[in-house]
């Protein structure tokens, strides 16, 4: 391996990691104003999210697995939406339509338990990608702007899941627990597993270099007789269907019910974990566990140990964004897309 690629990536890990440090850093200076000392606290913090000395069936590693799991693929979701050029906060209604898909499939349709969560999962995804495509098709043939549009549709997806009468689902939808008395199931595989095959299909295959050449490279990419709106609506429908498989997958492996609100999943976690983690699907995944832990130390190690308000685990995710968008550049830019189309 040369010089040039080991000094590439330890700038790539340098970049991902240095939000987090600053941001704990100015997380500081808040438990500071709050009459604590901030070590002591984030170590409390950090083994009430991370560790597993609680016990069996109690360990807070598995439950930060449990919240990364719909929030890895919220924050893929939002990777390829905007590698594919669209700046879509759609990723809450997309999840809701695909919950209320698995939920629909989960308790009207009587399977066998080994082909249940498939089918329902999967019919959470196509729901999830096909409301993704909405806002895709508003931005291209009428010129709705897509952050209207995705935020729009967010409270329109609400009020049409609403609509349906979701009951709770048959056992043999049901994705069982990893490990008794916990809710992690085969949901953090499929999430793992997702965010792998994105990275081979954006980087690795034809369409994903023209949805991130469209993006990046427009003009270029005009010019080399590439598709304009098509990948963008694939982009957009993928998104979608990432969207509706973490809904899904919440339904059938954590609540066993419709629900309307996630625990795991505020509206802005996609945006928030793609940006952290540069837009890249490794990235996603090491900050989706990150936001897991720190929910569960922000209840346990904060508010319970500490005596510290849990927003504050709310403040250190907020200040992660602030700190990534201060670092204002472009991982690829024109030129370089170019050479590697051309390559």
């Known amino acids: 391996m040369s010089i040039v690629l080991i000094t590439h990536y330890l700038k790539r890990i340098s970049s991902l990691l240095s939000p987090v440090i600053l941001s704990l850093l100015v997380g500081g200076l808040l438990i500071l104003a709050a009459g604590q000392n901030p070590l002591s606290t984030y170590a409390r913090l950090f083994k009430a999210g991370f560790s597993c000395e609680v016990g ?14 719909p929030l890895i693929l919220s924050g893929l979701s939002a990777t390829v939406a905007l590698r594919g050029g669209f700046f879509s906060i759609g990723q809450s209604g997309q999840m809701l339509f695909g919950a209320a898909a698995a939920s629909w499939l989960g308790a009207n349709v009587s399977l066998p338990s080994f082909i249940h969560p498939i089918v329902a999962l999967i019919g ?43 009951p709770g689902i048959h056992a043999s939808a049901r994705l069982s627990p990893l490990i008794p008395s916990t809710k992690l199931s ?38 080399g007789g590439m598709p304009l709106i098509k990948p963008m609506l ?32 505020n509206d802005f976690d996609g945006l928030i974990i793609a940006f952290a983690g540069h837009l ?20 346990v190690g904060l508010q319970i140990q500490s005596g510290i308000p849990r927003e504050l ?10 700190f990534v968008a201060t670092n204002n550049h472009s991982e690829i830019n024109e030129q370089d897309t170019a050479n590697m189309y051309l390559r």
């Open 56 to 69: 069996p069936g109690r360990c807070a590693l598995v439950t930060a697995l449990q919240f990364a799991t």
């Open 124 to 166: 959470a995804a196509f729901l999830g990608g096909l409301w993704g495509l909405v806002p895709a098709l508003l931005k291209s043939f009428i010129g709705v702007n897509e952050i209207i549009a995705t935020l729009l549709l967010n409270p329109i997806a609400a009020v049409l899941v609403s609509l349906t009468w979701l």
């Open 186 to 223: 085969a949901g953090i595989f499929i999430a793992l597993t997702a965010a792998l095959l994105i990275y081979l299909f954006l980087w690795h295959s034809t369409r994903g270099m023209e949805i991130r050449a469209n993006a990046n490279a427009p003009r270029f990419a005009l010019y």
């Open 234 to 265: 694939l982009a957009m429908v993928l998104s979608g269907a990432l969207a509706g498989l973490a809904g899904g997958i919440e339904v059938l492996g954590v609540h066993y019910q419709f629900i309307s609100s996630f625990s795991a999943v």
């Open 280 to 299: 890249h699907p490794a990235g996603v995944v090491l900050l989706a566990f990150l936001l897991g832990g720190l929910r569960t130390g922000s209840i």
């Open 313 to 322: 685990g709310g403040a250190l995710i907020a200040f992660i964004l602030i």
